[in-house]
Every structure is written in C-alpha cells, then in structure tokens.
C-alpha cells in the first residue's frame, strides 16, 4: 500500500473530527554511530515513528513518552526537543489529525511492549541513521529529513 497525496488534503466539512496526537523520534548513539528505533506493522513492508493520540488532561510530551513506551517497549527516554508537527487524515480517513513531535535519546536498546487492539503486528527495529529504510507515512519520513542536522548535533556523530 502507498500513502498518496488523498491522506493530506484537509476536508472542508466544519464538523469532520479531528484529534491531536504526539509521538517522537528515539535515538541512541553506539560508538560513533546513531541509530533510531522504527515500528513496523508486519502487514506493511514500510516503517512509522511511534505516535498516537493525546488523552484527557496529558500534556504533548507525556503522551509522546507514553506512545513511545507502549508500541516500542523503550521507556528510559531523555527528551531533547520537540520537532515540529504534522497533519493528515487517519489511515481510515475518517478524522484530522495534527501530530506533534519530539526528539528523544535513551542507551536502552529494547524492552517490553504494551500493545493496544490493532497494534498486535507490531515490531520495533533499530536503523542506522544515515542508512534509513522506506517509511509508510510521507510526513514522518520528512520529520526525520529536516530535522537530521539538529539530531546528530544534539546526539553528536
């Protein structure tokens, strides 16, 4: 399946619902290399950032934190900055969402998941940042394009 151009464009109607959901991207730095850990859903070949939806009275940070610890198992994270944000239809597109990222380091290499309904195919695997594998989400793949520089300088290469 291909993401298209039909997932960015923003309907009209005033009362289509949206959400707001905060995720991130985590890094860690073995010897002089950074590598930064991506989820896959086993049904697609391609890799997301951990994200999800904002809950009653959480704070951004502390939902990308939660997200982050529930679909990839890391939870000793160290926050460094927030990334920027990013908009689009639900892959049901059936609601806006306006996604909120931020930028975490931890030396944790993996841990225990706590997946939700839907999520039960997914798997984590860490990447060589400059050796980055084909990303399902468009946005995400640019989230980590433009923001390459600030990561190696804050995680150092």
């Given at each position: 399946m291909k993401i298209d151009q039909s997932w960015y464009l923003k309907p009209?109607?005033?009362?289509?619902?949206?959400?707001?959901?905060?995720?991130?991207?985590?890094?860690?730095?073995?010897?002089?290399?950074?590598?930064?850990?991506?989820?896959?859903?086993?049904?697609?070949k391609d890799y997301m950032l951990p994200k999800g939806r904002v809950e009653q009275g959480e704070s951004l940070k502390t939902t990308a934190k939660r997200e982050i610890s529930e679909e990839i198992g890391l939870s000793n994270l160290t926050l460094i900055c927030e990334l920027g944000s990013k908009e689009r239809l639900t892959f049901e597109k059936d609601q806006w969402r306006k996604t909120?990222?931020?930028?975490?380091?931890?030396?944790?290499?993996?841990?225990?998941?706590?997946?939700?309904?839907g999520e039960e195919d997914y798997g984590v695997e860490w990447f060589d940042l400059?050796?980055?594998?084909?990303?399902?989400?468009?946005e995400q793949k640019e989230i980590v394009d433009n923001n390459l520089k600030k990561i190696k300088k804050f995680v150092g290469s």
């Amino acid at each position: 399946m291909k993401i298209d151009q039909s997932w960015y464009l923003k309907p009209k109607d005033k009362n289509f619902p949206s959400a707001v959901s905060a995720g991130g991207i985590v890094v860690r730095k073995v010897k002089s290399k950074i590598y930064i850990a991506l989820l896959r859903d086993r049904k697609f070949k391609d890799y997301m950032l951990p994200k999800g939806r904002v809950e009653q009275g959480e704070s951004l940070k502390t939902t990308a934190k939660r997200e982050i610890s529930e679909e990839i198992g890391l939870s000793n994270l160290t926050l460094i900055c927030e990334l920027g944000s990013k908009e689009r239809l639900t892959f049901e597109k059936d609601q806006w969402r306006k996604t909120y990222y931020f930028l975490f380091v931890t030396e944790q290499e993996n841990g225990e998941q706590n997946l939700q309904n839907g999520e039960e195919d997914y798997g984590v695997e860490w990447f060589d940042l400059d050796a980055l594998p084909s990303f399902f989400w468009p946005e995400q793949k640019e989230i980590v394009d433009n923001n390459l520089k600030k990561i190696k300088k804050f995680v150092g290469s």
